[in-house]
């Protein structure tokens, strides 16, 4: 897959819109990768939620990813899923969902990246959270830029900077080495969706729209 912005739905910082409308816009505005992540929403509620996605992900040519529920990303079809460190182990998850489907995999420490390039079937790692953020409950504590850039100069894996990413802060994210950032409550909070992809991008850039990066 190919991104410079991975998106991430967020339903209840999205100003009241729900995930079908914002995935629409984030399609509109040119992100390449979009994960569903919610978490307080019934199995079947999720299950209608996702097919309706994944048809308009799939007409778009957009990579969907879901996150934690692996029987959901095979129900649907999906293209990935996105584990965590207290998941199923990452060599069962591509036991059941193929050869064909990505994963992705969090981690937090030095170690957790390395024991995912060893796992030898993780396709791209999760690092963060880089700042402090509210749209993860359980998450840790953040990792700052130590973490990103052992990652950035070590790690032959696609990496995935997350965690309290926006746009006043993006830029720094890139100078420490990440060249694809997950970007939660600045984007599906935003009025205008397209309109702060394109902030974000010509912060990314410096002044320009940064080129896609490939996972």
């Known amino acids: 897959m190919e991104s ?27 992100i390449k990768v979009i ?23 799939r007409q778009a040519g957009v990579t969907f990813i879901v996150n934690d529920h692996i029987d959901l990303a095979i129900a649907v079809g999906a293209d990935g899923v996105h584990i965590g460190q207290e998941d199923l182990p990452p060599k069962e998850v591509r036991r059941l969902v193929g050869n064909s489907m990505l994963i992705g995999l969090s981690t937090h420490l030095p170690v957790q990246a390395e024991t995912a390039v060893r796992s030898g079937v993780v396709d791209y790692i999760g690092v963060g959270p880089i700042f402090a953020t ?9 990792v700052g830029w130590p ?5 950035a100069k070590n790690i032959n894996l696609p990496f995935v900077a997350i965690g309290g990413i926006k746009e006043h802060n993006v830029a720094e994210v890139c100078r420490h080495g990440a060249r694809i950032c997950a970007i939660v409550t ?18 990314m850039a410096g002044k320009d729209e940064v080129g896609f990066s490939s996972i």
């Not at 600045?186 to 912060?203: F, H, L, N, Q, Y």
Request: charged share 30%.
């Open 4 to 30: 410079d912005i991975y998106g991430l739905t967020a339903e209840e910082y999205s100003l009241g819109r729900s995930n079908i409308e914002v995935v629409n816009q984030m399609i509109a505005a040119g």
């Open 147 to 151: 973490y990103l850039e052992f990652v």
């Open 134 to 142: 509210q749209t993860k409950k359980d998450v840790g504590q953040p």
């Open 35 to 57: 994960q569903y992540r919610e978490k307080n929403k019934k199995a079947f509620y999720m299950y209608q939620e996702c097919l309706k996605i994944r048809e308009q992900t």
């Open 186 to 203: 600045d984007i599906v909070g935003a009025a205008d969706i397209p309109a702060k992809v394109k902030a974000i991008r010509r912060a």
